[in-house]
């Protein structure tokens, strides 16, 4: 998946690079080079620290359907637990709050479980990508040679790509 991933990368760089100069000049050049590498950028370390968080949760032991007993067509269609037979019904409306409230208190997640969930979000793989986008920018601003068209076009067409083959990949499997 990788690889074709880098193929199609690299042959709609040499495309959209080729209509930038041929249509657009030296500015749209700059602006779709730097608009597409930098999300090119962005989508690989996306795809890194994921990997990095799945392989430590591997390394945890921490993967499962978090320890619940019931299927996910069970949740989807009765995420209360309202029509199982070992769920006892209460018996009135304060009843039910008060055992509501319960519930809920139990699935409060800790600072801690929201920290480890975070991670991916602010992995160096990330900003230093962010940062190379918000950088390419301001270049290209300050020397007056952005062409917005073409570099938000150019910021959008990696993350189409990668959508199209991860879609097909799906379909394959």
Sequence with gaps: MLKKLFIWLIT???ITTTIA??????????STIIGYWSTVAIVLASFKSYQ???QARLNAGSVG???????TIDKLEDPYSLYDDNHPQPQSSTEMIKEEKKRLKRNRRK???????SKPAF???RVFAYALLVAGFFYLNSTKELNIFYYLSSIAIPIFIVVFLLVNEGDKS
Aim: overall charge negative.
């Design 12 to 14: 709609v760089s040499a």
């Design 21 to 30: 100069l041929v249509f657009g000049g030296k500015g749209a050049l700059y």
């Design 52 to 54: 990095n968080m799945v």
């Design 65 to 71: 359907a978090e320890y619940d007993d019931r299927d």
């Design 111 to 117: 600072i801690t479980q929201v920290a480890k969930d």
């Design 123 to 125: 992995s160096i793989y």
